[in-house]
C-alpha cells in the first residue's frame, strides 16, 4: 500500500526552530515529486512548495521562498519541511502530498500524508 | 502569477440535485493542468479530477470536469450523502501551485 506518514503534532514557541518529516512508503520513493501544503484554520489549501528526492530539485512557491526549506533523504524515504524561526502565523496543518506519476513534474498530487498539526504560541 | 477564483462560495443543494462548480483562472492555464479536489472536515484532500476533465482512480462517473483556458468546471451530476464537502480547483502548471478559494456544498 502506498503511504505518506507524516511526524506528530508539534507546539512550539515563536522564535524556535521546527523540522518535521513525511515518511513514504510502497513506492519507489525517490522517483516521485513529492510537495507541501498549509491549511491555516478554517482556511483554503496553499501550495508551499516540492522536492524530487532523486536529486533533491526543489521548487517554491514565491510566498515560500525564503520562509521554509524543503529537503529530503531519499535513503530513508522520507522527505522534510523546516522552519529557522517559526512565527505564530505559521500555526496550520501541514500536508505533505506525492505527485500522481513516477518523474512527471505536470502532474496532480494523489496520494496525501495524514496532516501535521503545527501550533506556534508563547 | 495565475489566479483561480471559484464560485459561489457555498453551494446549497439536496441530495439528488445537480451541483455545478466554477474555476476562473486570471490567465490561460496551459496544457489544461488543472485539477479538483475533495476535503470533508477533519479530512484530507482528495484528488477527482485532473487534466480538466480526466476522473483519479476510484472517482465515481458522477464526477465530471470540463473546460479550458481560463474556465473550468467540475459537476456533481447527482449529490450523494457522501459529497457534501469543500471542493478545490487547483493549478500544476507553474511552481505557485495555485489553489483556488474553495467551494463548499451544504445540505439545503
Known amino acids: 500500500e502506498v503511504q505518506l506518514v507524516q511526524s506528530g503534532a508539534e507546539v512550539k514557541k515563536p522564535g524556535e526552530a521546527l523540522k518535521i518529516s513525511c515518511k513514504g512508503s510502497?513506492?519507489?520513493?525517490?522517483?516521485?515529486?513529492i510537495g507541501w501544503v498549509r491549511q491555516m484554520p478554517g482556511k483554503g489549501l496553499e501550495w508551499m512548495g516540492i522536492?524530487?528526492?532523486?536529486?533533491?530539485?526543489?521548487k517554491y512557491s514565491p510566498s515560500f521562498q525564503g520562509q521554509v526549506t524543503i529537503s529530503a533523504d531519499k535513503s530513508i524515504s522520507t522527505a522534510y519541511l523546516q522552519w529557522s524561526t517559526l512565527k505564530a502565523s505559521d500555526t496550520a496543518m501541514y500536508y505533505c502530498?506525492?505527485?500522481?506519476?513516477?518523474?512527471?513534474?505536470?502532474?496532480?498530487?494523489?496520494?496525501w500524508g495524514q496532516g501535521t498539526t503545527v501550533t506556534v504560541s508563547s | 502569477e495565475i489566479v483561480l477564483t471559484q464560485s459561489p462560495g457555498t453551494l446549497s443543494l439536496s441530495p439528488g440535485e445537480r451541483a455545478t462548480l466554477s474555476c476562473r483562472a486570471s490567465?490561460?492555464?496551459?496544457?489544461?493542468?488543472l485539477a479538483w479536489y475533495q476535503q470533508k472536515p477533519g479530512q484530507t484532500p482528495r484528488l477527482l479530477i485532473y487534466?480538466?476533465?480526466s476522473r483519479a482512480t476510484g472517482i465515481p462517473n458522477r464526477f465530471s470536469g470540463s473546460g479550458s483556458g481560463t474556465d473550468f468546471t467540475l459537476t456533481i451530476s447527482r449529490l450523494e450523502p457522501e459529497d457534501f464537502a469543500v471542493y478545490y480547483c487547483?493549478?500544476?502548471?507553474?511552481?505557485?501551485?495555485?489553489f483556488g478559494q474553495g467551494t463548499k456544498v451544504e445540505i439545503k
Open positions: 510502497g513506492y519507489s520513493f525517490a522517483t516521485y515529486w
Open positions: 487547483q493549478q500544476y502548471y507553474t511552481s505557485r501551485g495555485t
Open positions: 487534466g480538466a476533465s
Open positions: 502530498a506525492r505527485r500522481m506519476t513516477p518523474g512527471g513534474y505536470f502532474y496532480p498530487v494523489d496520494v
Open positions: 490567465q490561460s492555464v496551459d496544457n489544461n493542468y
Open positions: 522536492i524530487y528526492p532523486g536529486d533533491s530539485d526543489t
